[in-house]
C-alpha cells in the first residue's frame, strides 16, 4: 500500500514565524503536490513536484515556497506565517503519467495537517 | 481552464437507501477522473479511478460511470450505510501535459440510521 505520512496532525504557530511542513511517501513516486483546503473554497494547489529539484506553482503559490532535495520528501515553507494561512495543508503524491508502463495516475494523500497561525 | 462541479452540496439519506452523487466539468478532454471520500479533518482517500476510455468502473458497493462526451461523471453508492458519511470528491485530469488534478468541492453525505 502506498503510504504518505505528513510530520504532524496539528500546529499553532505565531505570525511571523517560518513554518516548515514535512511530507515523505514510501512508493518511489515521481509527482508530489500540496493543497490547501478551505471551508467554501475546495482544495486548491499550491505547488507541484515532478522530480527531485524540480517544482511548478500551483494556483496560489504566494506567501510559500517548496523544497524537495530527495525524492521521497517534499516540504512545504511558510516563510513569514500570517494569519491568513491558518487552514488544512493536505500533501499527495502519484506516479509520472509519461514514465508509468500503466499510467493509472491515481494521486493518493497524506493524513493532513491542520495549521493554525495565531 | 477545466471547472469541476459537484450537485448536490449535501445529502442526507435513510440508511439502506440508493444514492447518486454528480459531477460535472467543462473541458472533456481528460485522461481519467478520480472519485476520493474525505472524512471530517482528515486526509483524501481514493475510491475508484476511471479511464477515459472507460464507462464504468465499480468496487463493492460503489460504480463510477464516465460520459466524457457529456462532461459528467457519476457515483453511485448501492445500500448506504451510516458509515458511508463523509464528503465525496470528484477530480478530472485533464489533457495537456499538466499531471495536476482539479477538485470539485464536494458532496456531503450524512446516512442515517
Redesign the interface.
Known amino acids: 500500500d502506498v503510504k504518505v505520512t505528513q510530520s504532524s496532525r496539528y500546529l499553532v504557530k505565531r505570525t511571523g514565524e517560518k513554518v516548515f511542513l514535512e511530507c515523505v511517501q514510501d512508493m518511489d513516486h515521481e509527482n508530489m503536490f500540496w493543497y490547501r483546503q478551505d471551508p467554501g473554497l475546495g482544495l486548491r494547489l499550491i505547488y507541484f513536484s515532478y522530480d527531485v529539484k524540480m517544482k511548478e506553482k500551483g494556483d496560489i503559490p504566494e506567501g510559500y515556497s517548496v523544497s524537495r532535495e530527495k525524492k521521497e520528501r517534499f516540504s512545504l515553507i511558510l516563510e513569514s506565517a500570517s494569519t491568513n494561512q491558518t487552514s488544512m495543508y493536505l500533501c499527495a503524491s502519484s506516479l509520472s503519467a509519461y514514465l508509468a508502463i500503466h499510467p493509472t495516475y491515481e494521486q493518493y494523500f497524506g493524513p493532513g495537517t491542520r495549521l493554525t497561525v495565531t | 481552464k477545466q471547472e469541476v462541479t459537484q450537485i448536490p452540496a449535501a445529502l442526507s439519506v435513510p440508511e439502506g437507501e440508493n444514492l447518486v452523487l454528480n459531477c460535472s466539468f467543462t473541458d472533456s478532454a481528460i ?2 477522473l ?1 472519485w ?1 471520500r474525505q472524512d471530517p ?6 475510491l475508484l ?1 476511471i ?1 477515459s476510455s472507460q464507462r464504468e468502473q465499480t468496487s463493492g458497493r460503489l460504480n463510477a460511470s464516465l460520459d466524457k462526451s457529456s462532461g459528467r461523471s457519476t457515483l453511485y453508492i448501492a445500500a448506504s450505510q451510516p458509515g458511508d458519511s463523509a464528503t465525496y ?1 470528484c ?1 478530472p ?1 485533464t489533457q495537456g501535459g499538466s ?3 482539479v ?4 458532496t456531503k453525505l450524512t446516512v442515517n440510521p
Open positions: 485522461y481519467n478520480q476520493f479533518g482528515k486526509g483524501l482517500t481514493s479511478l479511464q470528491l477530480a485530469r499531471e495536476k488534478l477538485f470539485g468541492k464536494g
